[in-house]
């Protein structure tokens, strides 16, 4: 049997070893892509990035905590977590991570925990990420966590694959490392101040209220504060036709378990508003092309240097070094032939 | 004239022109960074980078004043300031920034400072970055400080681009946030601690110093605190032969210009110590190699957008979308023809 037959049977082995030849970028890994993608496009993905010291990790434990165990008579949902770390070059930590996370849900079949300490190049590390949650999607999950650290493009480049993202913060982390994550909080779909029952609790609600008003201004204003103040008439008329988006600012304390359920059911109406407005589709396509895009790339480069000689291709870089020739000469003399 | 001819006269509104037109990615920029190419490869590139809060801008430019301004009767260097600041989308702040910095260094035409509020891709980012430090190294500046917000993979690969990284830390910014630039610390050549009026300064130096050993055990275990303890006779033999770099860490006060001669001194004697151990070409080869990189992948994928029809590429796209092929399936159909 296949690897990818057996993460269709539901084999957990099959799973952790398919995610491990995906993780290396094998070729039976692809070929294992290849199978499950037409079993693919159902699970809901969900990005959870915060800076470090926000009490993320916590977040997105209890968060699967709640998924499983949801209030008001819903039906519990199959959840993967997938925790990107690249941030973190010494530890050997994504393992023992593993092993502290599970030991809260071990024994659960509907609960999976996957962490990648990549050290790679960033495309390749959102390439990673990307063949996992087909793989988890393929398996079932209904709901896949993809956790990021929040700190560079990286983070941001894993959360445009999402459908849904949130941004969590805590408070006491001071104004500047706010204003680094200005560029996350356009991505965000669901903002969590965590770590709730600290002081500055309200300071940092409010800096997030306005960076969001910078981040989105119409909406921000027109739906949140109910006013219409900064809002012209012509400005409004889309709002009346088509369902827009505010991010809600949710409290919590992750340790504690408390504004779980408020966080999960905004995930759920994301969802829902996803849905309605036709955002899901654009959001998977755009994510399909990104994808292309990035293989495309890869393949052709790999393949011109398939075909180019060593010797021709140190010659060019000598010439370089030498400053006989310029990048962009050189860049025209591999792939034109000797024309320096 | 040419903008390049310009640029070679010291002209300044010719090399602000064209460094727009680097900026853009123009054909015009593109032809001049050919003209100038063989002017390069004397100016030393000495990467700044640090998280927000560490006071690196201040540091940058009173390091700037003490390059124009050295003590022992050095001669004066050309310096370029080239400050990177990919956090910041919602701020026009890089213009409003260039007057504040201007103002503290108008009028001495050995000095030029730009910055760039780049929204672009990370491998735009860094190409653009050695674009502009081309034009300037051509121009004369003899030392070209890159700043760089530290926070992720964009300034790992701006930084080496550099032939000496200085990496920025000041008291008080936790724990957490010091983990997250590990990674940062083992392209470190110079440790600053700015703020170092602050209390705390010896809890960041001792953090720095167990982080440094943690990324280069062996030299420093050995240069730094004169013990041979942990170093096996075997480890010492290359020690003996070739000279190592141990990355010296410095306390500085920028706002008030104390510490910024060490700096300065702590910059020359790197310098001295690449070309010593001939690290300073094989840092020139590694670099060139890393550009050529980057412009041939792009030049690919931009020659390959070209010769296919939108209509096929479409085609592939939609059959992708309705998960009829897989994303390597649409690959070998786009780059093989019609094979699905």
């Known amino acids: 049997m296949t690897l990818a037959a057996g993460v269709l049977e539901g084999n957990r082995l099959a799973l952790a070893r398919l995610l491990t030849h995906i993780e290396n970028d094998t070729a039976d890994g692809r070929a294992a892509l290849g199978e499950l993608f037409p079993y693919t496009g159902r699970a809901h993905l969900v990005g959870v990035t915060g800076a470090p010291g926000t009490g993320k990790s916590s977040l997105v434990n209890q968060l699967a905590r709640s998924i499983r165990n949801p209030g008001g008579g819903q039906a519990p949902q199959r959840v993967a977590v997938i925790a990107v770390d690249p941030s973190s070059p010494f530890t050997g930590g994504a393992i023992l991570g593993d092993r502290v996370r599970m030991r809260d849900l071990a024994g659960d079949a509907g609960v999976f925990i996957r962490s990648m300490a990549s050290r790679g190049s960033l495309g390749g590390l959102a390439a990673t990420t990307s063949g996992m949650v087909q793989v988890l999607d393929a398996a079932g999950f209904e709901i896949i966590l993809v956790e990021t650290v929040g700190a560079g493009q990286a983070e941001v480049d894993i959360a445009r694959l999402a459908h849904t993202t949130l941004v969590v913060e805590a408070p006491g982390l001071g104004d500047e490392i706010q204003a680094i994550k200005a560029g996350i909080l356009e991505i965000a779909d669901i903002l969590v101040v965590n ?62 378990g408390s504004g779980m359920e408020q966080v999960w059911q905004a995930i759920i109406q994301h969802r829902q508003h996803l849905e309605a407005s036709g955002e899901w589709q654009q959001r998977e396509r755009s994510r399909l092309e990104t994808e292309l895009d990035g293989l495309l790339q890869a393949t052709l480069v790999s393949r011109w240097r398939n075909q180019i000689s060593a010797q021709e291709y140190q010659r060019v870089i000598a010439r370089l070094v030498d400053r006989l020739i310029s990048p962009w000469q050189a860049v025209q003399a591999l792939l034109d032939g000797d024309q320096t």
Request: proline share 10%; net charge neutral.
């Open 195 to 256: 770590k709730a029952d600290r002081p500055g609790v309200e300071n940092t609600e409010r800096a997030l209220r306005n960076m969001l008003q910078l981040a989105h201004p119409v909406q921000h204003t027109f739906r949140h504060h109910g006013t219409l103040e900064s809002v012209s008439s012509a400005m409004l008329e889309p709002v009346k036709e088509q369902p827009i988006w505010v991010p809600p600012v949710l409290r919590t304390v992750a340790t504690e």
